[in-house]
């Protein structure tokens, strides 16, 4: 069964950096794009950044986009996002998902735990 396990975050002053990664098993990850979601408290979840199944394309969100960079190692089956220049905002739970061809959406309900990215002073 599918199975995404993401880590790597915790509490940050504004201006720090993070890199949270995201194991995947249970699918042939090199087939699929991954992406990057967030959810603030009372927010809907909001996708961060996608990199297709090659790693040869990226696409981020306005709000992160030359502060974020997403990147992927098929060898490991694990997808990572680096974040630079944290600002109190990008507070959430960071998840990881799959999606596959050109609609960035998970082919399937499942959604690992999640990792919290606190930005504070």
């Known amino acids: 069964q599918v199975q995404l396990v993401e880590s790597g975050g915790g509490l940050v002053q504004p201006g720090g950096s993070l890199r949270l990664s995201c194991a995947a098993s249970?699918?042939?990850?090199?087939?699929?794009?991954m992406s990057w979601y967030r959810q603030a408290p009372g927010k809907e979840r909001e996708l961060v950044a996608h990199i297709t199944s090659t790693g040869s394309s990226t696409n981020y969100a306005d709000s992160v986009k030359g502060r974020f960079t997403i990147s992927r190692d098929n060898v490991k089956n694990t997808v990572y996002l680096q974040m630079n220049s944290l600002k109190l905002e990008d507070t959430a739970v960071y998840y990881c998902n799959a999606y596959r061809g050109i609609i960035v959406r998970p082919p399937w309900n499942t959604w690992g735990q999640g990792t919290q990215v606190t930005v504070s002073s």
């Open positions: 249970g699918f042939t990850f090199s087939n699929y794009g």
